[in-house]
């Protein structure tokens, strides 16, 4: 157990758990977001979750897309195509050890931008608000993704 | 390597292998079961797809949606929505050193309810099944995230 | 820090980090081919996106959907239904110990088949190319987690 306890000891990969963890939450947030929209505006996709709201074609016509709730799942699967490329190369930088303040900066950045892409998905804000804070994750994730293939690189 | 083959003797390690590597695989499952109703079903969304059934417009027609393969595709994607953030929250949950018995209740729980999950958005049996499955898979990725945090936050 | 530069000494390991960064930078292209084709065919579905095209009815005729387009978040989708599950397995497979030449083999065929898969959806190519291409990720996949749940089942 011993270089366990090391792994949780060693300030890059704590950082690293902390900042993953809390984008993650941020994105089940989403989930939670998705059926506040389906249920407030009654608006679902399959037929046994309005089977509460009537019988037959009464429940039918709850079966329709809402902009707000197409939106929030938008905002839902890009957190996903960014963050599951954050989760691996991030895990992978933070074992190769790199500089601890720039690591942070990175984590930081991209876990603010994220946050900020939600927000600017949902307001919404007008562009370019969301471009850059798409831009800012991937470019931090591109960052890392170099400095990792740089240094440890076995093909 | 000293260290490596110490990882994988720490059992809470071994634990989250072995539940991760079932409930991947299960959501690998997805894929087949897609691909089985498309081709059953003759649903296509690729021209490519479905040239094998005919010249222009007669293959044309097999560019259609069906309710049993968007029903799959929507499981799949909840599957992948919720699966991430287990992968990402439990890998470092369970280096954070937790106690045996409640990492495995964690995974075991989480397992389950995806796998129940499944199968209530498949048959599909009537509310709140599905709700409550995913509440639960939910609950134990959340209750994993606050056990980190609290133990580990490092910002 | 001894272990952690112990963990990025290991062979197996270093080249899971690389073809795992490869992989994942190959799917976060497919963000920016999304973005060039929405943007060179004027393609959108945010109001906010083509408000810089022109005002009220005259902006919403870019609101569409486009063959292209849809075609590109298919595949991108498809790669995170299939890049998910080598990531999670993919790293417990590293770390249990497998044989080195056996292990890069696994890296290099799934990275292989899923760039192949890429050029096989975008082109397109006629099937069964994007299907073999499919199922050799997928078939890799399934053999790391048979060999992790043969070795390391804890359950």
């Known amino acids: 157990?011993?270089?366990?306890?090391?792994?949780?000891?060693?300030?890059?990969?704590?950082?690293?758990?902390?900042?993953?963890?809390?984008?993650?939450?941020?994105?089940m947030f989403m989930s939670t977001a998705t059926a506040f929209y389906r249920l407030t505006r009654k608006v679902?996709?399959?037929?046994?979750?309005?089977?509460?709201?009537?019988?037959?074609?009464?429940?039918?016509?709850?079966?329709?897309?809402?902009?707000?709730?197409?939106?929030?799942?938008?905002?839902?699967?890009?957190?996903?195509?960014?963050?599951?490329?954050?989760l691996g190369i991030g895990l992978l930088y933070s074992l190769s050890g790199p500089d601890l303040s720039t690591a942070i900066l990175h984590f930081r950045l991209f876990v603010g931008a994220r946050i900020y892409h939600t927000i600017a998905y949902l307001t919404p804000l007008p562009q370019p608000n969301r471009a850059l804070a798409f831009f800012i994750g991937y470019g931090v994730t591109l960052s890392m993704a170099y400095r990792l293939l740089k240094s440890k690189l076995y093909l």
């Open 1 to 27: 157990m011993a270089n366990l306890s090391q792994l949780m000891e060693n300030e890059v990969f704590m950082a690293f758990a902390s900042y993953t963890t809390i984008v993650l939450s941020k994105m």
């Open 44 to 86: 679902f996709v399959n037929p046994e979750d309005c089977a509460g709201f009537g019988k037959g074609e009464n429940a039918k016509r709850y079966l329709r897309t809402d902009d707000r709730v197409e939106r929030v799942r938008r905002a839902h699967l890009n957190d996903l195509e960014n963050i599951v490329p954050f």
